[in-house]
């Protein structure tokens, strides 16, 4: 019982009092109140509900008020305000004097004082030992705490967390409120209150829907717990061989922790082990309420451990004749005849879960073999016994067919389209086999490439909707389809459907590699082509810094597609900055983010020479390419990195800061080899020179 108590506790996420959901983005924490009103006394039990703001509350303490509202019935012009005093947790020396006794007491002290204060725990506690003094978290301490409080209301009143108010009259009733003390200190919590008056009943309800499910040697029991949750915490569970004589089942009760994200639990469970199943056990449960009162026992509920049947039937032959008739036979062992009521006979067509039905039943328990009909193109079979128990055992399934090896026909006029939202739109004629179960969908994203089936199970419609991610790389999608019997013959794919996606995806930006002041004045730019398969046009466009006039104006267009592009602006004049940057655009009409603007000044001055002292190297034992450099100036504002592996096209591999001067490349394969350009991007806009390194790995 003590290790079914503390698993609860260790794999709990909900804490008690009402906390507030870890997800909230704001946390107010509030003084939980409540109250239990007798004929002469008033108990309180209240808790900050936030675990920081409980740990700090504790140590400033809390202050407790009585309002009394009402007399004889009649409300008071103005309420009657009592000061109960303040309440804080006990000094060291007075726990010490009932940790040993108490397991209770040991953990809310241990929760309470920390490190600063080791519990010295005999025989009795051990148990508990590993649990607590591992309890380093405030979160943890916090819902220990809290627990063994609930658990044990006079170590709630040693905690400074309960108080019994016994100066209460029966004509009177009453406002309680528990704030933070604030003459040492401030904190931000909510104040809790609580109306309550005397009564004289007393009575607690009995728990509810407490029910035993009896198995080989074990038994589950259950009640219900969300109608009661606010009554009880914690509830006791004891046992009797003789129906008459109870024990309880360890000194530790069951408490349910797994409320939490917003779920609730409607009950809670309890298993026990069962000595022998030709024995009658009985159970019974009551609940205890935070202020340590105890309900009434529940209904008693009694019963034996019923054998599991361990024997399993098997399926060891089947015979299927020319008139569709199939013999099955099946193995059982003689000895465990008695522990059986019948067998039945269990058809699927499919073999998948929860799709058998029992054709045959009530099978004598010596029979081996039966003969059925063949009720569809695939027969899948198992056997089943029944135990006296009422438990089931089935055998494991035989597929049985008819012979039948000739495949419906190849689907015709398959078509399709792709609107814009990226739905792939497919239809073909229908197929007229009687034995035909469906069609399956084969899709691919690149041309040559294996298609991969789509539907799990087939369709039985000549139509299909396929969504597809319109951002992808990729501009054109593939499809076939099959159609396919009920004894799992598949026809020849239908003809590979190419359809063209809508292009959402802007091309990718042309990058400015180098570029020449001429000796006459002429400005030389030179730049890598937007590598996306569909680009059409590339354009270059020109502001003159110091004008006026500060709009671009496109001075150069081509269509041709290459791999690097030149251009000589000619239309400059001497010792004048001029800005540049680059622009794609694809065949749907898409354009490239702008390249990075790259500003010029028409004279001699060569390309500045930032990054120097490149090398790189291949570190097998880290599986990566190390580059190293060093960095001239201050003015670098960040290095665009571009990658190319072998022959393919480069793209850009990443972003870093003006101060970095290596990198480290790990997603990298071997017998390749890497060339990687180094752009330097200057805060004052001048041009520094691309460098360019190659490392075989």
């Given at each position: 019982m003590k290790k079914y108590l503390l698993f609860v506790i260790l794999f709990s996420c909900s804490l008690l009092w009402g906390q507030q959901n870890e997800k909230d983005k704001?946390?107010?924490?509030?003084?939980?109140?409540?109250?239990?009103?007798?004929?002469?006394?008033?108990?309180?039990?209240?808790?900050?509900?936030?675990?920081?703001?409980?740990?700090?509350?504790?140590?400033?303490?809390?202050?407790?008020?009585?309002?009394?509202?009402?007399?004889?019935?009649?409300?008071?012009?103005?309420?009657?305000?009592?000061?109960?005093?303040i309440f804080k947790p006990a000094s060291e020396n007075e726990w010490k004097k009932i940790v040993e006794k108490n397991d209770n007491a040991a953990i809310v002290a241990q929760s309470l004082f920390g490190d600063s204060f080791e519990v010295e725990m005999g025989e009795k506690q051990g148990k508990l030992e590993g649990v607590v003094n591992k309890s380093q978290e405030v979160e943890q301490r916090f819902a220990y705490a809290l627990m063994a409080a609930d658990l044990d209301f006079e170590v709630a009143k040693l905690a400074g967390w309960a108080y019994t108010d016994t100066n209460v009259k029966s004509n009177e009733r009453y406002l309680y409120t528990v704030s933070i003390n604030t003459s040492e200190g401030t904190l931000l919590v909510q104040k809790g209150d609580a109306l309550a008056a005397v009564s004289s009943n007393n009575e607690l309800p009995k728990p509810l829907d407490f029910i035993g499910i009896f198995k080989d040697k074990t038994v589950t029991l259950s009640w219900e717990y969300l109608q009661l949750r606010d009554?009880?915490?914690?509830?006791?569970?004891?046992?009797?061989?003789?129906?008459?004589?109870?024990k309880s089942l360890g000194d530790l009760p069951v408490m349910n922790m797994n409320d939490n994200d917003g779920r609730q639990v409607q009950g809670m469970t309890f298993v026990d082990s069962l000595a022998q199943n030709t024995s009658t056990f009985s159970y019974r449960i009551r609940g205890k309420t935070i202020f340590g009162d105890y309900g009434p026992y529940s209904d008693v509920v009694s019963g034996a451990g019923k054998k599991n049947l361990e024997a399993t039937p098997r399926i060891s032959d089947f015979i299927i004749d020319e008139n569709e008739e199939i013999k099955l036979e099946w193995e059982f062992p003689q000895e465990d005849e008695k522990n059986i009521a019948s067998f039945e006979l269990l058809h699927s067509e499919t073999d998948l879960q929860n799709t058998y039905k029992?054709?045959?039943?009530?099978?004598?328990?010596?029979?081996?073999?039966?003969?059925?009909?063949?009720?569809?193109?695939?027969?899948?079979?198992?056997?089943?016994?029944?135990?006296?128990?009422?438990?089931?055992?089935?055998?494991?399934?035989?597929?049985?067919?008819?012979?039948?090896t000739t495949p419906p026909e190849t689907p015709l006029q398959f078509e399709g389209k792709i609107d814009s939202l990226g739905v792939a739109h497919l239809k073909w004629k229908a197929n007229t086999e009687k034995d035909?179960?469906?069609?399956?969908?084969?899709?691919?994203?690149?041309?040559?490439?294996?298609?991969?089936?789509?539907?799990?199970?087939?369709?039985?419609?000549?139509?299909?909707?396929?969504?597809?991610?319109?951002?992808?790389?990729?501009?054109?999608?593939?499809?076939?389809?099959?159609?396919?019997?009920?004894?799992?013959?598949?026809?020849?794919p239908s003809v590979i459907l190419e359809l063209e996606k809508p292009d959402k995806v802007k091309p990718q930006t042309p990058v400015f590699t180098e570029y020449k002041l001429e000796d006459d004045g002429k400005i030389t730019i030179n730049w890598m082509r937007s590598h996306s398969d569909d680009v059409e046009v590339h354009q270059l466009f020109r502001k003159a810094k110091d004008d006026a006039d500060k709009s671009w104006k496109m001075i150069y267009e081509t269509k041709d597609i290459k791999p690097d592009y030149t251009y000589t602006d000619k239309e400059v004049e001497a010792d004048k900055s001029y800005t540049y940057?680059?622009?794609?655009?694809?065949?749907?009409?898409?354009?490239?983010?702008?390249?990075?603007?790259?500003?010029?000044?028409?004279?001699?001055?060569?390309?500045?020479?930032?990054?120097?002292?490149?090398?790189?190297?291949?570190?097998?034992?880290?599986?990566?390419?190390?580059?190293?450099?060093?960095?001239?100036?201050?003015?670098?504002?960040e290095i665009l990195v571009y990658r190319q592996r072998g022959s393919e096209k480069p793209s850009l591999w990443g972003t870093l800061t003006g101060a970095q001067n290596f990198l480290e490349d790990q997603s990298i394969q071997v017998g390749n080899s890497y060339t990687y350009l180094l752009k330097p991007m200057l805060k004052n806009n001048q041009v520094a020179k691309t460098e360019k390194i190659t490392v075989e790995y």
């Open positions: 704001t946390i107010i924490p509030h003084i939980r109140l409540k109250a239990d009103a007798k004929k002469d006394r008033i108990s309180l039990r209240w808790a900050v509900d936030e675990p920081i703001s409980w740990q700090k509350a504790n140590k400033i303490g809390f202050s407790l008020k009585r309002f009394t509202l009402s007399r004889d019935g009649k409300v008071l012009p103005k309420a009657e305000e009592k000061d109960l005093g009554t009880y915490t914690a509830y006791y569970v004891e046992k009797s061989q003789d129906g008459a004589s109870f029992v054709i045959k039943n009530k099978i004598p328990v010596s029979s081996r073999s039966i003969i059925t009909k063949s009720l569809a193109p695939s027969n899948y079979y198992k056997v089943q016994a029944i135990g006296k128990a009422g438990d089931k055992r089935e055998s494991f399934s035989v597929l049985a067919q008819p012979n039948d035909l179960e469906g069609y399956h969908i084969f899709r691919g994203i690149q041309k040559g490439d294996e298609l991969v089936r789509l539907t799990p199970q087939a369709i039985t419609k000549n139509h299909f909707e396929d969504k597809i991610v319109l951002e992808n790389l990729n501009s054109k999608v593939y499809y076939y389809v099959t159609a396919t019997d009920r004894r799992k013959n598949q026809s020849t940057y680059l622009l794609a655009i694809d065949k749907s009409k898409l354009m490239s983010d702008k390249s990075q603007e790259m500003t010029l000044r028409s004279n001699k001055i060569e390309a500045l020479s930032i990054l120097t002292n490149l090398s790189g190297s291949a570190n097998r034992s880290k599986k990566q390419i190390e580059l190293n450099w060093k960095i001239n100036g201050k003015d670098t504002g």
